[in-house]
Structures are given as C-alpha cells and as structure tokens.
C-alpha cells in the first residue's frame, strides 16, 4: 500500500523515559519532515530531511532527535520525554519538486505523564 | 520569514450554505500555495493546490486563486455538505525564499462544522 506509515498510533509515556515514533514512506521521496499538532497552534515543523543522509532543524527542535539512515525511514527520539511534548506528531514526504506537495501519515498520539 | 494567516473560526454552517475560509501570505520569494484537509482522527489531505499567480485550484467543489496582487489563496466552496465538517489549513512553499529545505509554512486551522 503506497503512503506513510507511522507507529505506533497512540502511547502515554512516563516523564523522563526515552520514545521513538517510527516513519516509513514507500513513495521513494527525496524529503521527509516531522510535525506537531497542537489545538490553537496548527502544525509546526520540528525536524526535517532533504534527503538520506542529511537532517535539519524545524521551528521547535529541542528535545527531540532525528536520523535519515535511508530513503524510507525517518524516526523521530524523545530522549528524556516531558509533559510539554504531550501532542500529536506526524511524518510526511515530498518528493521536493516545483510544488513540493507534501503527503502525511495518520499521526501518533503521544501522551506524556 | 515566510507567514500565512488564515481566519480563525470555528466556522458553523447549514448543509448547502456558501463557504469561503480567508488565507493571506507573506514570503520573500514566489511560494506555491495549498489548502490542506484534516478529518477527525485522521492525518492531513491535500485538497487542491496552485504554483504560479492567478492559478486557480479545484477539487471536491472547492476552489481557491492565487491572487499575488492581495497575497491572498481564499478557499470558497457553493454548497457545503455535513462531510465537508474538518479542519482546513492553508499552507504554502517557498522555496525560492532563501534556506535550503522545502518546508510549508501552515496557518493554525480553521474548524467548519456542517449542520444537516
């Protein structure tokens, strides 16, 4: 099935513990990024990657970390999670042309205590 | 930097009733423009999109024209339905602007609720 995967859909985590939200993509896209959604404050980008191999800083990086090892994946860390992080993220892809249409996937709510 | 404001709501229509969610932009260089779709529970949809000025963009009965003159990509649509109840995000692209990634810049969402 074409698209982005995202797991897991949904974790309440204890403050303090480390997460990784997995991404996968199967649409060969050069780009891929990481959103949070918070009510009142829309998305805001937190990491991005024009391609394999190379990452970048969005609007909130901190407390979060990313690898780009090969085209498909893209997971995102929380090193140490704190209640602030509690939200809803999403991976997304574009394959980085003239109109740079981005493609998401269904989100993973993340629930920190 | 890049910035898109779009109006706030919620918005509360009647099945059938006119819509038109506003979207203003600032960017440096010459962005592409989308309206993006988000249904409850669910991940982010492209609903239609425009490149270049005075390209108007179209899908589902919903339209929107890039107006460069205005800066504005307001989504109007004649006759709403129940199941057009989401949230709506305009977004663009501008990656001509300066900065080496093809971000979107969002706007914080607009809520429209469709009563029967």
């Known amino acids: 099935i074409a698209g982005i995967t995202q797991a897991p859909t949904s974790q309440i985590l204890a403050a303090g513990r480390r997460m990784t939200l997995r991404c996968t993509q199967d649409?060969?896209?050069?780009?891929m990024y990481w959103y949070r959604q918070d009510l009142g404050l829309g998305l805001r980008l937190i990491h991005y990657?024009?391609?394999?191999?190379?990452?970048g800083k969005g609007e909130v990086p901190d407390g979060y970390s990313v690898s780009r090892a090969n085209t498909d994946d893209f997971p995102l860390t929380l090193a140490s999670a704190v209640p602030s992080q509690t939200s809803v993220y999403f991976c997304?892809?574009?394959?980085?042309?003239?109109?740079?249409?981005?493609?998401f996937g269904p989100g993973t709510r993340l629930t920190v205590l | 930097g890049d910035s898109v404001t779009q109006m706030e709501g919620p918005v509360t229509l009647s099945e059938e009733a006119f819509l038109t969610i506003n979207c203003t932009y600032t960017?440096?260089?010459?962005?592409?423009l989308f309206w993006y779709v988000q249904y409850p529970g669910e991940g982010l949809q492209l609903l239609l999109k425009?490149?270049?000025a005075d390209d108007k963009g179209s899908n589902k009965g919903f339209e929107a024209t890039y107006r460069k003159e205005t800066t504005s990509f307001h989504l109007e649509k004649g006759s709403v339905q129940v199941s057009d109840s989401a949230v709506y995000f305009c977004?663009?692209?501008?990656?001509w602007g300066g900065g080496s990634n093809y971000k979107l810049t969002f706007g914080k969402g607009t809520l429209l609720t469709v009563n029967p």
């Open positions: 997304a892809s574009s394959d980085r042309g003239v109109s740079n249409e981005q493609f």
């Open positions: 649409m060969r896209h050069n780009a």
């Open positions: 990657s024009n391609t394999a191999g190379t990452t």
């Open positions: 960017a440096t260089g010459y962005p592409s």
């Open positions: 425009a490149t270049k």
């Open positions: 977004a663009l692209s501008d990656p």
